[in-house]
T-cell receptor, first 116, second 112 residues
Framework: AQSVTQPDIHITVSEGASLELRCNYS??????LFWYVQSPGQGLQLLLK??????LVQGIKGFEAEFKRSQSSFNLRKPSVHWSDAAEYFC??????????????FGKGTHLIIQP | DAGVTQSPTHLIKTRGQQVTLRCSPI?????VSWYQQVLGQGPQFIFQ???????GRGNFPDRFSARQFPNYSSELNVNALLLGDSALYLC???????????FGSGTRLTVV
């Protein structure tokens, strides 16, 4: 079974500083990888996804992520954070199994705090 | 276009009762999945439906059941509610399995 680890429960970053959120996954083949963001009391918004091809993926809101097979990682980055980026961030892995798909497996999330 | 819509948005139930949560996927999306998100945790997979057939089930007891209708909308039923069932229940739809999931805003269930 696949698993996702987000090692950082909380991260505090100053506004305008760069950001990197870590994500490691465990799965025997190449999975589908996702980053979602969740504001308090809200659903999940997809930031970006990786299925195949270019290992550097561009997403919405200026986010990008890089798939590194050798490290089983899919870290999320942003060059300059804004106060509105404060939220909970979830990394998730999905598996396509023939005629259907298994559900997503999520990490426990990283809570991002932005300092003025 | 409307996104994934879930109803109701909030619900309070008593232990032992039964609850039905509803989800309407994005038009054209044939895959619907359900997740439970306990406060402070990541969402946990409950069910996956594709073309009205169950394609996956997470590690949840038989008190949890779901179905998908011909119009691809879905219901999640939970029987014999426990206090631990209090959570945000999220529905997600996609065109074809893992091609990319769009989530609804969820139903906040409180069991008292």
């Amino acid at each position: 079974a696949q698993s996702v680890t987000q090692p950082d429960i909380h991260i505090t970053v100053s506004e305008g500083a760069s950001l990197e959120l870590r994500c490691n996954y465990s799965y025997g083949a190449t999975p589908y990888l996702f980053w979602y963001v969740q504001s308090p009391g809200q659903g999940l918004q997809l930031l970006l996804k990786y299925f195949s091809g270019d290992t550097l993926v561009q997403g919405i809101k200026g986010f990008e992520a890089e798939f590194k097979r050798s490290q089983s990682s899919f870290n999320l980055r942003k060059p300059s954070v804004h106060w509105s980026d404060a939220a909970e961030y979830f990394c998730a892995v999905g598996v396509w199994s023939g005629g259907g798909a298994d559900g997503l497996t999520f990490g426990k999330g990283t809570h991002l705090i932005i300092q003025p | 276009d409307a996104g994934v819509t879930q109803s109701p948005t909030h619900l309070i139930k008593t232990r032992g009762q039964q609850v039905t949560l509803r989800c309407s996927p994005i038009s054209g999306h044939k895959s619907v999945s359900w997740y439970q998100q306990v406060l402070g945790q990541g969402p946990q997979f409950i069910f996956q439906y594709y073309e009205k057939e169950e394609r996956g089930r997470g590690n949840f007891p038989d008190r949890f059941s779901a179905r998908q209708f011909p119009n691809y909308s879905s219901e999640l039923n939970v029987n014999a509610l426990l206090l631990g069932d209090s959570a945000l229940y999220l529905c997600a739809s996609s065109l074809k399995g893992a091609s990319g999931y769009t989530f609804g805003s969820g139903t906040r269930l409180t069991v008292v």
